[in-house]
Every structure is written in structure tokens, then in C-alpha cells.
């Protein structure tokens, strides 16, 4: 620990890009005590500072809130950078699934662009009814959600909408695995 007996506490500190005029604006600011700062500093932790409260030792709860704003953040951080979802988990080392729960949070908010933008493809016509042609050229039929989930057991129903994040739509999250898959598969085109 260290002693902070005539610690200039006007001396500006950034933290997470933002440079606050003196630890006490920067305490304010993020709504913790002074000494809250001052031990992110000793310990190194600016970067972390804040992004959770514990009035006291961390809890599993909040230790785990701040674990997955950081992971949220490298997924969002990750995909911006043009890397796949696959990629992602094994470099994170979580599941893919986590991945695409992210992918469709992260557009909801607009964190990420939805999912037509990230297509490589250029659309030509409306993106049904191009389908459409499509599969009736494939001699494929192309039935509904609707078709699909009704017959599906009641823990699969439960599970799947368990996935949709609160805002979201069963379609946004298909969309977001289908793209998903599309570009795993397509990486050198």
C-alpha cells in the first residue's frame, strides 16, 4: 500500500480514454470515494475503476457483472475488427454461442452494424424476395419460423428465446448466426 500523505490530488488521471482535471473530478464523476481512485492507482487498476459497486469486498455478483462488461466489450472490440465469431471464442476462450448473444446485444444498441452491412455480398434486390427466387430455382421450399418452432419441444422454445437479448427479436438472432456462419464459411471470398 501506499502512503499518500502529500498526494497531489489535483493532478489530472485518465482513465479509460477519459482525462478528468484531478482524482477528485474523476471521483465524482464515476460516483466513488477518492480513495477508490487512489487504490486503482497503486494497484493498477484505472481501467476497472468504477465499473462496479461493492461498498465493501467484491461479491461474486459484482465480480462477475465486471467480468462480463470487459468480455462484452474485447467481443465487440474483436468483431469491429473484421475477426469471426469462431475466432472470437477460441481467442477469448468461450463458447461461440456466448459470441452471437453478444453480436446481437451489441446491434441492438448499435454497438455493431446490423446485420445487412456486415453481409460482403452486394444486394441486388430485396433481400426476400431474392431468396425466394433463389430457392424456388433450387427447387427449395421457404416455410416460416413459424413451421419450425411450433413443432419444437417446450426446453428448446424456452432456450431459444432465453438467447434473445431483452429489446431483441427471435429473427435479429438467426439473422446474426446465419451472417455469422456465412462469413465463417466464406472467409477467402
Do not use: F
Request: net charge positive; glycine share 8%.
Amino acid at each position: 500500500m501506499v502512503n499518500h500523505t502529500g498526494t497531489n490530488y489535483k493532478i489530472p488521471v485518465t482513465i479509460r480514454g477519459i482525462t478528468y482535471p484531478s482524482m477528485s473530478a474523476a471521483a465524482s464523476s464515476l460516483k466513488v470515494h477518492i480513495s477508490t481512485i487512489r487504490g486503482a492507482i497503486d494497484t493498477g487498476r484505472l481501467e476497472t475503476v468504477g465499473l462496479y459497486r461493492t461498498h465493501g469486498n467484491p461479491s461474486r455478483e459484482s465480480r462477475r457483472a465486471k467480468v462480463n462488461i470487459l468480455r462484452e466489450a474485447k467481443i465487440i472490440e474483436l468483431a469491429c475488427k473484421g475477426l469471426m465469431p469462431r475466432e472470437i471464442a477460441e481467442k477469448l476462450g468461450i463458447t461461440v454461442r456466448a459470441i452471437y448473444y453478444v453480436s446481437v446485444k451489441a446491434r441492438h444498441k448499435g454497438l455493431l452494424p446490423p446485420v445487412q452491412e456486415m453481409t460482403r455480398t452486394r444486394r441486388t434486390d430485396t433481400g426476400y424476395k431474392c431468396m425466394a427466387r433463389i430457392a424456388e430455382r433450387k427447387n427449395v421450399k421457404m416455410g416460416s419460423y413459424r413451421q419450425v418452432i411450433e413443432p419444437l419441444p417446450p426446453g428448446i422454445m424456452h432456450w431459444l428465446v432465453s438467447q434473445v437479448p431483452e429489446g431483441g427479436t427471435v429473427a435479429e438472432l438467426v439473422a446474426s448466426i446465419i451472417t455469422d456462419t456465412y462469413h465463417e464459411e466464406n472467409v477467402d471470398e
